[in-house]
T-cell receptor
C-alpha cells in the first residue's frame, strides 16, 4: 500500500480480554516500530524490528505485551489480560533500511479503550 | 543510551511571527540522525525535517529550519512566519548508527504543544 496501515482504528475491549493490533508497513521497509501514546503525552517506545535481527523488546511494559513480525512484513502487537492502564493510542511506524538518516512513516494508530 | 529532552511543555506564538522549539539530546555515538515530527489534533505523525550529525549546514524545509549546535547537543526547530495551522504537538526524535545493536532505534522526546494566536 501507499502508507503504513493499522487495524482496527478503534478497539473497545473489556478488562481481562486479549487484543491483537495489526500493522501493515510500507512495502520493502525493513524497520518496524511500535509506540504507545497516552492522551496528551509523548511516544513511549515498545518494540523495534529490523530485518531478520532479533527484535528490541526493551520497551514492552510487561509480559502481557508481545509482538511478532511475520515474513518481515506484517506485525501484530498482542496484549493479554488487558488492564485499564493499557488504554492508549498504539502507533506503528516503518522505515527503509533502518539507516540513521531515514525517517519513519507512521500509521494512523489504533485507539484502544479498556472498560 | 540515547535520550531526547524537550523542556517546553507548551508554547504560544503570534501568527506570522517566528518561534523556536527546543530540543537537546544525549548520545555517545558520533553518527546519528535528528528528526522533527508534527502531530496535529487529528493524531497523524507528520515528518518535518532531518539533520545528520555530519551535516555541515543546518537543514531547512520551507518555513522549517533546524538550528543544529553539535557541541551543545541541541537541535532546535525554528518555524518562521507561523500560521494557525502550525498549532500542534511537535516531537524531536533521534536515531543512532545502524551498526550498533539496536542503535538505530528511533527515540522521541516528550513533545511541545505549540499554539498559534491570531
Amino acid at each position: 500500500g501507499a502508507g503504513v496501515s493499522q487495524s482496527p482504528s478503534n478497539k473497545v475491549t473489556e478488562k481481562g480480554k486479549d487484543v491483537e493490533l495489526r500493522c501493515d508497513p510500507i512495502s520493502g521497509h525493513t524497520a518496524l516500530y511500535w509506540y504507545r501514546q497516552s492522551l496528551g503525552q509523548g511516544l513511549e517506545f515498545l518494540i523495534y524490528f529490523q530485518g531478520n535481527s532479533a527484535p528490541d523488546k526493551s520497551g514492552l511494559p510487561s509480559d502481557r505485551f508481545s509482538a511478532e513480525r511475520t515474513g518481515g512484513s506484517v506485525s501484530t502487537l498482542t496484549i493479554q489480560r488487558t488492564q485499564q492502564e493499557d488504554s492508549a493510542v498504539y502507533l506503528c511506524a516503518s522505515s527503509n533500511h533502518g539507516a540513521s538518516n531515514t525517517e519513519a512513516f507512521f500509521g494512523q494508530g489504533t485507539r484502544l479503550t479498556v472498560v | 543510551a540515547q535520550k531526547i529532552t524537550q523542556t517546553q511543555p507548551g508554547m504560544f506564538v503570534q501568527e506570522k511571527e517566528a518561534v523556536t522549539l527546543d530540543c537537546t539530546y544525549d548520545t555517545s555515538d558520533p553518527s546519528y540522525g535528528l528528526f522533527w515530527y508534527k502531530q496535529p489534533s487529528s493524531g497523524e505523525m507528520i515528518f518535518l525535517i532531518y539533520q545528520g550529525s555530519y551535516d555541515q549546514q543546518n537543514a531547512t524545509e520551507g518555513r522549517y529550519s533546524l538550528n543544529f549546535q553539535k557541541a551543545r547537543k541541541s537541535a532546535n526547530l525554528v518555524i518562521s512566519a507561523s500560521q494557525l495551522g502550525d498549532s500542534a504537538m511537535y516531537f524531536c526524535a533521534m536515531r543512532g548508527p545502524p551498526w550498533r545493536e539496536y542503535g538505530n532505534k528511533l527515540v522521541f522526546g516528550a513533545g511541545t504543544i505549540l499554539r498559534v494566536k491570531s
